[in-house]
């Protein structure tokens, strides 16, 4: 199958602004579920609200878009219920870590599997460039025009301490490595987690004074580095991008089976 196979044709032209990171998302993420030959009738994606959650609209998957910050808890229901389905969640800085955040740590302390992609374009740009926990201290918004004070969330530091089993990074400048990623990701059994670093030209990066979307990613570029590299040890401020955790641990799908069975008089 190829990738124009999972794509619902008839939602296009999407309604990203012009240069945002999120259609590379979407590009790439669909060439890791052609490579993994996934059908089409056995992917869920699932997602609440904001620009990233819109990518729901535009695959040919069975796909739930749901109310805002509740897309993992949407997901959970599905997944208990259909465990044989492969579920993606696609979500945005406020889906995942604000309103979102209990049920993301919740997921994955669970290790229940499901890949959870969160495009962090350090901004609410659906509704007007509001700051988000991504943000940082010292960006601009709509609602910080003075600076924001906010120390923002580290999502790959915040994922591991909760106990997801996959954890990764990639910019949308690194395209082939967020495409295998996003593969390892979603054949991983368990909890998985890719941030992906993702260009908002329109919001974060006007009122930042960033430049062109092309001039932001060009930044991706040289703003990061393979995990342990020598570049690292000599500018510590260099974001690090990879897989910084993958290991095995007990499903939870798998374990309420185990429940059921024991209840229903088993070993």
């Avoid at 997901?75 to 259909?82: C, D, F, N, Q």
């Avoid at 949308?172 to 990623?181: G, K, L, R």
Wanted: aromatic share 8%; proline share 4%.
């Amino acid at each position: 199958m190829a990738v124009r196979d999972y794509i619902r044709d008839r939602f296009f032209p999407h309604m990203w602004c012009p240069g945002c990171g999120h259609g590379i998302v979407l590009n790439n993420m669909l060439r890791a579920i052609e490579t993994l030959e996934l059908s089409k009738n056995d992917i869920v994606m699932v997602s609440g609200i904001g620009c990233s959650s819109r990518i729901s609209g535009y695959v040919d998957f069975h796909t739930l878009h749901t109310i805002h910050g509740r897309a993992l808890a949407f997901a959970t229901g599905v997944k208990m219920s259909r465990p044989e389905l492969t579920l993606i969640v696609p979500m945005g800085d406020g889906d995942a870590l604000a309103i979102g955040g209990n049920h993301f740590i919740h997921a994955a302390r669970r290790n229940i599997d499901m890949t959870a992609i969160i495009m962090n374009n350090r901004i609410y740009g659906m509704t007007g460039g509001q700051y988000s926990p991504l943000s940082g201290y010292g960006a601009r918004a709509s609602t910080a025009p003075y600076m924001n004070i906010d120390q923002d969330f580290d999502v790959v530091q915040l994922s591991k301490a909760a106990g997801a089993t996959f954890v990764a990074r990639s910019t949308t400048y690194h395209v082939q490595q967020m495409t295998d990623i996003i593969r390892q990701a979603i054949s991983h059994k368990g909890f998985s987690v890719v941030e992906i670093l993702s260009q908002c030209p329109t919001y974060f990066g006007r009122q930042n004074k960033l430049g062109t979307a092309v001039d932001m990613m060009t930044r991706y570029k040289d703003t990061t580095t393979p995990i342990g590299s020598k570049a690292k040890k000599q500018n510590p401020d260099l974001i690090e991008r990879g897989i910084f955790v993958q290991k095995e641990m007990p499903e939870y799908c798998t374990e309420y089976e185990k429940v059921i069975e024991r209840a229903g008089g088993g070993a």
